[in-house]
């Protein structure tokens, strides 16, 4: 009978991973590889290699190093006052300097556009960049930072070796590991920022990813595209691998909130300290509270005029639906994104575990890599017409987004499995317990916290995703990205407002699914 | 745990276990199946797409549906650019049944991607062209220009603003009607005077218009600026005299289209629209909510557009393959603006 049992359970795990891989193959591998191929013939080599694609690609790689350099010397100081000292306030800190990595590229966009009249186009992208991924660098880190002893650092401050000496000799080495899994981390998502570069840029600052929703939409220049597809896919997936490699799970700083052997701050502390407070008030709590400001005002005055607008479609009416429409389309789309994810990831993750062929899960976290602008496109150019049709259906962009969504579950959820202790299967088998029972009573509730920092994640990316809905979103179909998108493509004081309205939105709604990571 | 009753748990997870599998791939199916058949959409709605610069009060809205029996819904798309290559992009399952907005500079183009079920049927005109500041001129002692030929003068040196012809079509209509009047060889040197001559190149008419212009809101610091025949009505002063005035030549008259488009879910229903945008109950809107002339002949315009809004007597338009074209030109021009 057990025989006959595992005999059924194994065609049942065989049928189940070959449909999810018809599934990514089709919803996720077919139109990547269909939007490249448009570019193959004649012509492809020499449009491939153009000076313009080099252009664009030299802009994109150097904006996001400059960038990554820039967030590693902020978060470093910030590591070492969040994790390695103790004062007051440092919970609220953290919680703060987490904050603009969740929110959506297009509302930083907005918020740095106030300063165009005063600063370059590049110099606000950079500075967006390192906005939005300095908390996320610094926790990443500060968790490491925190796990290693002090016997070596003190053991050279024993020798008489300066502070600084002591770090660049001694911790910074001890931190490589930490160093190049956040580099890596920030890097790739500063070279898959098309929000921030898209609102911020000009002419002379294009991106990959840019150029690829310029040429295919205002130009209509296929085999150009399908070649900055090739690229940006290159470069994201070979910096996405590299994350990879260098850390278990970069996403499980935002919800690690262990607390602390670390010793009571010393006076020679408090440089590093007082930088911190400098960079929270200044660096993240004055631009948000000037969009929040701005937002309360018009002409002058201050009044609620802007958000009271929320149910109109914008000043002469540019947009096709209104604002709150837009935004119960971003919550409907979130919630389904949501079930999809959070279903099919977890079911991914429990086969995972349950199979000698581990390199599968490589097939289900490629997606993490691959940037939602060439998604959106492939999506778009795929399922048009054909067999499925999905493009006109509604659950376009909530599939297209659950496509990169489940491998960010797997990113999270799938570490934390690991980590439970194997004795504990030895004593559940022991008992007579099978892979399922094992699964809901003892791997699931171990996990929790797991999967409440992957559902964090999936409801704020997908309220705030931008690249693939600004492709597959519009008429009544459009998400709250997208209209602040259209809103501020036309100037005027009344859509300008409107935009800054919604932009709160975004702002208090992040700020309250942050707070559940307290939890 | 006895073990009888351990293997009994056993079992019953073993099935679940089998069940929560079936569920997950039910689910699955089933939204596959919901997709499907959400993507169809009720007979009797008909959606219109448009530029974003199309207004269509909920009146009009309301009347089309009572006149018609259909339920009119619209969608904005982007401009005339994003439009009509959007339209491409998706062209074997249309995202309307009409489309409104196809200018005469991306007409080609959609013709010849096959995007339209019959002929485009154009809806309204405008004109555009250069406006200056009569106060500026008039208070700096130096004469208005009379020609696109004095903004490469060098007394008029510094006072041009006008749109980048790569973001916006106000800046391609001019950049095209320079290729007509000087030739397909002569007017990058005309360009290369405009640049010597030190124009400002802003990247759409918002921004030269209402912030760059002097003559109008935003009193800016530059008296020539591209725009439309039909903007000095609008700068009609207290003392009854427009601020502003057109250069009557190098003009490029804009047409607009509206048709039906080819896969349409309600081609019947785009028919009726089409008639619609063209009945004198809608043509006379024009004017007032887009700032164009109505096609239709008899339709009514502003008075202020009869006194202060002079049609250009020479325009380009009509004989230029921007299909064909436009990128080379704009090509160009970036090699002289780069």
């Not at chain 1, 002469?316 to 999809?340: E, G, T, W």
């Not at chain 2, 320079?178 to 759409?204: C, H, M, P, R």
């Amino acid at each position: 009978m057990p025989g006959q049992q595992s005999l059924l359970k194994q065609r049942t795990h065989l049928f189940t991973w070959a449909a999810l891989l018809i599934l990514f193959g089709a919803l996720f591998y077919q139109p990547i590889f269909r939007t490249i191929g448009l570019g193959f013939h004649h012509g492809f080599i020499k449009d491939l290699f153009s000076s313009d694609n080099f252009q664009v690609t030299w802009f994109t790689i150097w904006q996001a190093l400059l960038s990554t350099g820039l967030v590693l010397v902020i978060a470093t100081p910030i590591a070492y006052s969040l994790y390695k000292i103790r004062f007051r306030g440092q919970s609220l800190i953290t919680v703060l300097i987490t904050l603009p990595f969740l929110l959506p590229t297009i509302v930083v966009g907005i918020g740095f556009t106030s300063l165009l009249q005063h600063s370059s186009a590049i110099t606000l992208i950079i500075a967006a960049n390192v906005f939005m991924n300095f908390g996320l660098a610094a926790r990443i880190i500060g968790v490491t930072w925190q796990s290693i002893g002090n016997e070596e650092t003190d053991a050279a401050a024993l020798d008489g070796a300066g502070r600084l000496k002591t770090f660049f000799h001694v911790t910074a080495i001890q931190l490589r590991g930490a160093y190049a899994a956040a580099g890596f981390l920030v890097f790739l998502y500063c070279a898959a920022n098309f929000g921030i570069i898209l609102v911020l840029g000009n002419e002379n600052t294009k991106s990959l990813e840019t150029s690829i929703y310029i040429n295919a939409v205002e130009n209509l220049d296929l085999t150009k595209v399908a070649t900055l597809v090739l690229i940006q896919s290159l470069l994201t997936l070979s910096l996405f691998l590299a994350v990879s490699k260098f850390s278990r799970s970069s996403f499980a700083p935002i919800g690690y909130w262990g607390r602390n052997k670390a010793k009571n701050y010393e006076v020679r502390d408090l440089p590093a300290i007082l930088f911190t407070l400098l960079v929270t008030v200044g660096f993240v709590i004055a631009p948000l509270f000037s969009i929040v400001w701005r937002a309360l005002h018009f002409d002058g005055h201050a009044t609620w005029s802007n958000f009271s607008r929320l149910r109109s479609s914008g000043a002469r009416d540019v947009l096709s639906i209104s604002i709150n429409h837009a935004l119960m389309n971003s919550v409907r789309n979130a919630a389904i994104s949501l079930v999809i994810s959070l279903g099919i990831g977890l079911l991914i993750a429990f086969l995972l575990l349950n199979t000698r062929f581990q390199h599968l899960g490589l097939i289900f976290q490629l997606p993490l890599g691959i940037s939602p602008v060439v998604l959106g496109l492939g999506f778009l150019i795929t399922f048009t017409d054909g067999i499925f049709p999905l493009r006109s259906s509604w659950l376009v962009t909530p599939i297209a987004q659950s496509l990169v969504l489940i491998p960010l579950v797997l990113q999270i959820v799938l570490p934390a499995l690991r980590g439970i202790d194997s004795e504990l299967k030895d004593s559940a088998e022991m008992d007579g317990s099978d892979a399922s029972t094992y699964w809901w009573m003892i791997q699931v509730p171990l996990v929790k916290k797991a999967i409440l920092l992957a559902t964090i994640y999936i409801v704020v990316v997908s309220m705030g995703e931008f690249g693939a809905a600004n492709f597959l979103s519009y008429g009544d179909q459009a998400t709250l990205p997208t209209v602040l998108y259209q809103l501020i493509s036309h100037p005027g004081a009344i859509n300008y407002g409107m935009a800054l309205a919604a932009s709160t939105i975004l702002i208090v709604f992040a700020g309250g699914v942050l707070s559940l990571s307290l939890l | 745990m006895p073990r009888a009753i351990s293997q009994e748990r056993h079992t019953m997870k073993k099935s679940r276990n089998s069940a929560i599998f079936i569920g997950a791939i039910t689910i699955i199916i089933a939204a596959l199946v919901v997709v499907l058949v959400t993507g169809s959409s009720k007979i009797k709605d008909v959606t219109l797409v448009t530029h974003d610069s199309f207004v269509m009060t909920k009146d009009q809205v309301a009347s089309f549906d009572k006149e018609t029996g259909y339920n009119l819904k619209l969608l904005k798309a982007g401009d005339a650019g994003s439009l009509t290559n959007r339209l491409i992009l998706t062209k074997g399952a249309p995202i309307a049944d009409a489309v409104f907005g196809i200018d005469n500079t991306f007409a080609s183009l959609a013709t010849k991607n096959g995007l339209i079920d019959g002929n485009l049927t154009a809806t309204d005109f405008g004109v555009v062209s250069f406006n200056f500041d009569k106060l500026w001129f008039a208070a700096h002692k130096i004469a208005p220009p009379r020609s696109i030929l004095d903004l490469v003068n060098p007394k008029y040196k510094g006072l041009t603003v006008l749109e980048n012809p790569k973001l916006s079509s106000t800046g391609l209509s001019f950049l095209a009607a320079t290729v007509a009047e000087f030739g397909a060889n002569s007017w990058q040197k005309y360009w290369e005077d405009l640049k010597s001559n030190q124009v400002k190149i802003d990247n759409g008419w918002e921004a030269a218009y209402n912030t760059d212009f002097s003559g109008s809101a935003g009193k800016g610091k530059y008296p020539i600026v591209l725009s439309y025949s039909t903007s000095p009505a609008d700068e009609v002063r207290s003392n009854g005299q427009s601020q502003t005035a057109s250069i009557l030549d190098g003009s490029f008259k804009q047409t607009e289209y509206v048709g039906v488009l080819k896969g349409a879910k309600n081609p019947a229903g785009a028919k009726a629209v089409v008639k619609f945008l063209l009945s004198p109950e809608f043509q006379k809107t024009f004017p007032d909510l887009m700032y164009m002339y109505p096609i239709l002949q008899g339709a009514p315009i502003p008075d202020s557009w009869s006194k202060f809004a002079d049609i250009p007597t020479k325009t380009y338009g009509d004989t230029l393959d921007f299909t064909n074209d436009r990128k080379a030109w704009l090509d160009a021009w970036s090699a002289i603006f780069a």
